[in-house]
Every structure is written in structure tokens, then in C-alpha cells.
């Protein structure tokens, strides 16, 4: 698989945390009572099924056999979203590092500060080689140390895009007839491919997440603020059994900004009202947007509800097996543009890229963006968001995730019906 470096973008923030909405505002924002159609949620029926330790064996087997086509000796990684999809452990981050090194050859090796030895041993895996560095000793020695013992003296180690530029630094130092590179081949050739388990946790956010719209869309009110909205959407994913989901609400003529505004706004008859969130269920994200409007929508505002659909699912007929990622964002962007806006990501028309890919992380490689020939093969999983953002009046967006099957595109989620049936 060719891997293009330059659409692969990631970030840590679920999709609804990349709005800006003040944490005071948030808090502020709780609504007086629970709404009715919140207060009869129910937690979701079944049991989301965590991913087993064969799978996680399986990832690094697989890890193995793309550091050998990428010609690495290793990786290094640091606590974090990848860390977390190979071995299930998870550990903040301070300037003291605790790493975990996954060696082409032989056992996987942990390096953790001395006194959190103890600590360590309860919640690693897959390996008993924990290594310890003491206060006043350089910690890269010690990876230096764990690389020479499997056969890595020389040669390319990859060390993951996210690591924090202190470390490559001091690897670099500790190792220097190593060549650290970008681990990215390996780390995103592992992740990009969701398994049958991954596909099955991501489906159940999703479900849920539209279970949670459903019941706060039908609580709107006159007057009531995007933030007690948020409010609500948040009460309805805690019914629903999925604590940590969320959402960004955008009433009028702030529903034009793609990640929101701090502007405190209340809802009023024709608003146009944007909603861009979801939740997590063992460590699977759901991204889903939905806009529709308060009250009567007027003719454009179903005009341009209507083009945004259309977009979104040209979008998804394009995302076939060997298509590339940039002509699915051609293939959107095409029928804006053929409408009038835009061109390219002028404003109004469409501002951001089609969308991009999802799995542990909101946003994760790899993009529905002009220039990224990468092409799309069964397990991959993405965002489908064209928008049309007309600035000064409002924004249309509407987003479902989809995956890539043998056969094609599949969404989780059954696309918005109409601009007055948002679910």
C-alpha cells in the first residue's frame, strides 16, 4: 500500500472537541431540567465486544511484516492512541519518558523511570522486558541498549509521528549510528485497515450517537442557548450508556462556521442549527453531523440543504476499492461548484477537505483531500462531510462515516432523510 505523506494529517481531538466552545460556557449551559425525550433513554441494548490480546498479537505480527517492507529494525512508541491499539496500555506523558519499543526480531521491550517500575509491571503486556532508567541516568542509553540486544545497532528505527520531538533528539544522541525515521508506514498501514471488531465497536458509536441526536433535536426550544443544547445532547449520550460523547451545536448564521463559535447564540424560529459530535466505546469513535432547521425552512435554505446532500453522496458512490482518496473529494466539491460556489475552498461553497479518516482517534490518516492519490481498499474508514458554508447567512453540513468493503462504500449511519428529518 502507498502511503502519501502529505493528506495524512492526525489529530488527538474527537470531533466534537475541535469546536470552540468555552469549558466555563459548557458548564454554564446545563439545562434547568432533562427534556422528556431525554429522560426516556434507555441504555443501548447489547455489549460492545473490547478487542482481544490475539488481536492486538495479530497488529504487531502485521506491524512486523511493514517494518520489513519499509526496511525499519523497530519502532519506538510513547503513550498514546497507538500504544494503546498494539498493547492496551495506557500511560500519560511527562518529561520523563516511558516508551515502548517493538523490535523487528524478538520481544518487545518497555523503558519506564525507575520509580514506576513497579507500576509498570502491573500494566504492560505482551512482554516481561521492562527497562529502567534512574533519575540521573539518560534514558536513551537504554533504548540504545534494548536496540542492540535485537540485532538494531544500525540500520532505520521509526519513531511515530506523534512522539514528542525531545525523543528522536535523544535517541539520535544515545544511538548514533541508528537512523530514526518516521514510523508512520507502519503505525498507519496497521491502523488504517479496521478488522471485522474494530468495524463492529465503530458501528455501535455511531448508532448510538444518532440515537442521542434523535432525542435532542426533538428538545429544541425558542431561546434556549447552543451550549444548553450541547447540554442536552451530552444528557442523552449519558442515558444511552456512553458517558464520554459529546457535541458542538451552531444556531443561524454561526452554523457557517465548520468548527463553531464562541459567540453566545439563541435559538429562534428559522434557525438553521448544526450539530457535529459523537461518543466512544472502547476506544472507537463515531463522527456524525446533522443540520436542520427551527420552525419553517425557507426555499434556499432547503436549496442548499439539498446540494449539500447530493454532494455528500457523490462522495460516497465515488469511494469504490482503487479509487483514489483525491477523487472522492473531486467527485464532492464537483457538485458544489457546478451550483455556483466556490470555486476550490473559497467561501461560500466548501471550505475543508470531503473528510477524513476515523477509528481510535476522531480524526485519523487518511484524507478525502485533493493531492492524496492514496487509494481506498477494504477496512479503511473515513468521514463524509462536504460542507457548504455561506458566511454572514449559515452553513450546511452533513457528515456520516463510512467503510470501505469488497464491494464498495458502506455507511454506519442511514444519511439525513430531509432538512426537517435530521435523523
Not at 302 to 313: G, M, S
Request: proline share 6%; aromatic share 8%; charged share 20%.
Amino acid at each position: 500500500m502507498q502511503i502519501s505523506r502529505r493528506s495524512f494529517v492526525q489529530t488527538s481531538a474527537v470531533a466534537a472537541g475541535a469546536y470552540a466552545v468555552p469549558a466555563a460556557a459548557q458548564r454554564a449551559g446545563a439545562p434547568r431540567s432533562v427534556p422528556p425525550a431525554v429522560a426516556a433513554l434507555k441504555p443501548f441494548p447489547g455489549k460492545a465486544t473490547p478487542i482481544s490480546d490475539d488481536e492486538r498479537r495479530a497488529r504487531i505480527g502485521k506491524a512486523r511484516r511493514l517494518m520489513v517492507e519499509h526496511g525499519m529494525g523497530a519502532i519506538v512508541l510513547e503513550p498514546g492512541t497507538s500504544m494503546n491499539y498494539f498493547v492496551n496500555v495506557r500511560w500519560g506523558t511527562s518529561e520523563r519518558p516511558f516508551l515502548l519499543v517493538i523490535p523487528l526480531k524478538g520481544e518487545l521491550a518497555y523503558v519506564a523511570p525507575g520509580f514506576e517500575e513497579a507500576r509498570a509491571r502491573e500494566v504492560t503486556k505482551f512482554t516481561n522486558d521492562i527497562r529502567v532508567w534512574q533519575e540521573d541516568e539518560d534514558w536513551g542509553k537504554v533504548v540504545a541498549g534494548i536496540l542492540k540486544d535485537r540485532g538494531v545497532a544500525t540500520g532505520k528505527v521509526g519513531v511515530e509521528e506523534r512522539v514528542r520531538f525531545f525523543i528522536p533528539e535523544g535517541l539520535r544522541a544515545a544511538a548514533p549510528q541508528v537512523q530514526f525515521v518516521l514510523a508512520t508506514p507502519v503505525t498507519a498501514g496497521c491502523r488504517m485497515i479496521k478488522s471485522p471488531s474494530e468495524i463492529a465497536l465503530m458501528q455501535r458509536a455511531n448508532d448510538i450517537t444518532i440515537e442521542a441526536y434523535r432525542a435532542a433535536f426533538a428538545s429544541l426550544t425558542d431561546g434556549m442557548t447552543q451550549f444548553e443544547f450541547g447540554a442536552v445532547i451530552r444528557a442523552a449520550f449519558d442515558a444511552l450508556g456512553a458517558p464520554a460523547g459529546s457535541a458542538g451545536a451552531q444556531f443561524g448564521r454561526y452554523s457557517a462556521f465548520p468548527h463553531g463559535s464562541i459567540t453566545p447564540q439563541k435559538l429562534k424560529e428559522g434557525d438553521v442549527v448544526l450539530v457535529d459530535g459523537g461518543c466512544t466505546i472502547e476506544g472507537y469513535q463515531s463522527d456524525i453531523t446533522r443540520t436542520t432547521v427551527f420552525g419553517k425552512p425557507s426555499q434556499r435554505q432547503i436549496d442548499v440543504w439539498n446540494l449539500e446532500k447530493a454532494a455528500q453522496t457523490e462522495a460516497f458512490k465515488a469511494a469504490q476499492v482503487g479509487a483514489t482518496c483525491e477523487s472522492v473529494d473531486a467527485a464532492a466539491r464537483q457538485v458544489i461548484t457546478d451550483a455556483g460556489f466556490g470555486p476550490d475552498y473559497k467561501v461560500p461553497g466548501l471550505p475543508h477537505r470531503t473528510g477524513h479518516g476515523i477509528g481510535m482517534d476522531g480524526h485519523e490518516w487518511t484524507n478525502f483531500v485533493r493531492g492524496n492519490k492514496t487509494r481506498l481498499a477494504p477496512g479503511m474508514c473515513f468521514s463524509d462531510e462536504p460542507m457548504i458554508a455561506i458566511y454572514g447567512e449559515f452553513g450546511v453540513r452533513l457528515e456520516d462515516c463510512l467503510y470501505i468493503t469488497d464491494s464498495g462504500p458502506k455507511f454506519f449511519t442511514l444519511q439525513s432523510p430531509s432538512i426537517d428529518r435530521p435523523c
